[in-house]
C-alpha cells in the first residue's frame, strides 16, 4: 500500500511541475527568425551571383529586405519545386537541404522580420 501511495506522490508532482508557467513562458520565448540575422545569410550563399547585384547578377535582386519580403511566396515555391521542374532554384544548383528551406518558412511563419 505505501509502495502505490508513493507511486500516486510521484506522478502527481512530475505531473505538476510539467505544467507550471515558467516552464510554459520558457518554451515560448523561442527567437523568432530576422532578415539580417538569419535569412540575408542564406541567401548569400545560395542565390548568388544571380540575385546579388553586387556580385554581377542581373536578375531580381534578393539582396534587400523589402524585395525579399515582396517575393517571399514565390521564392518558397520555386526552391520546392523538383530539379526537372520548370522555375526549379537555385538554377544549375542542387535543391537546397529541407532545413534551409525551413528557414524561408519559418521567416515567413514568424512575420516576415526585418531586424
Not at 512530475?14 to 515560448?28: D, E, G, Q, Y
Not at 534587400?64 to 522555375?87: C, F, Q, S
Request: net charge positive; glycine share 4%; aromatic share 8%.
Amino acid at each position: 500500500m505505501k509502495k502505490y501511495f508513493t507511486l500516486i506522490v510521484l506522478v502527481t508532482t512530475v505531473f505538476i511541475l510539467s505544467n507550471c508557467h515558467t516552464a510554459r513562458k520558457a518554451m515560448k520565448e523561442i527567437p523568432k527568425l530576422t532578415f539580417e540575422t538569419n535569412l540575408k545569410l542564406v541567401i548569400a550563399g545560395n542565390c548568388t551571383p544571380c540575385h546579388i547585384p553586387a556580385k554581377g547578377g542581373n536578375k531580381k535582386p534578393f539582396d534587400n529586405y523589402e524585395n525579399v519580403k515582396t517575393n517571399i511566396d514565390e521564392m518558397i515555391r520555386r526552391i520546392e519545386l523538383a530539379p526537372a521542374e520548370k522555375g526549379f532554384m537555385p538554377f544549375k544548383r542542387a535543391k537546397l537541404s529541407d532545413s534551409t528551406v525551413a528557414i524561408f518558412k519559418q521567416w515567413r511563419t514568424d512575420g516576415l522580420l526585418e531586424k
